[in-house]
């Protein structure tokens, strides 16, 4: 776990053929998070800091967020969360742990 992580997620990156990046993306990348009605930015860890995120494969990330406090009674576990850069959906997956 990354020291101030907030959430822990089961995600996967998607394939550029599914519309994901076109290179892998990298721990600590700060995607923009969709959890039902609420859209804000995170930072996204993988066990460490240069882990690169092989499309296809499911990863248990933490998720740092900077406004935690304006969120943090909004997200429960088993959520539904999609990773994005602009309207490119990257990674989709679920909340898997409050932390």
Not at 25 to 54: H, M, N, R, Y
Not at 73 to 97: K, N, P
Request: charged content about 20%; aromatic content about 12%.
């Amino acid at each position: 776990m990354i020291n101030g992580s907030q959430a822990q997620a089961r995600i996967m990156f998607l394939s550029q053929s599914e519309g994901g990046r076109r290179t892998p993306a990298i721990s600590g990348i700060k995607p923009q998070l969709k959890v039902g009605d609420i859209f804000t930015s995170c930072f996204v860890w993988g066990e460490s800091t240069d882990q690169i995120f092989v499309p296809g494969v499911e990863y248990l990330v933490d998720l740092q967020f900077p406004f935690w406090e304006e969120y943090s009674d909004r997200f429960t576990v088993g959520m539904h969360v999609q990773l994005r850069e602009g309207t490119r959906i990257i990674a989709t997956g679920s909340i898997s742990a409050i932390l």
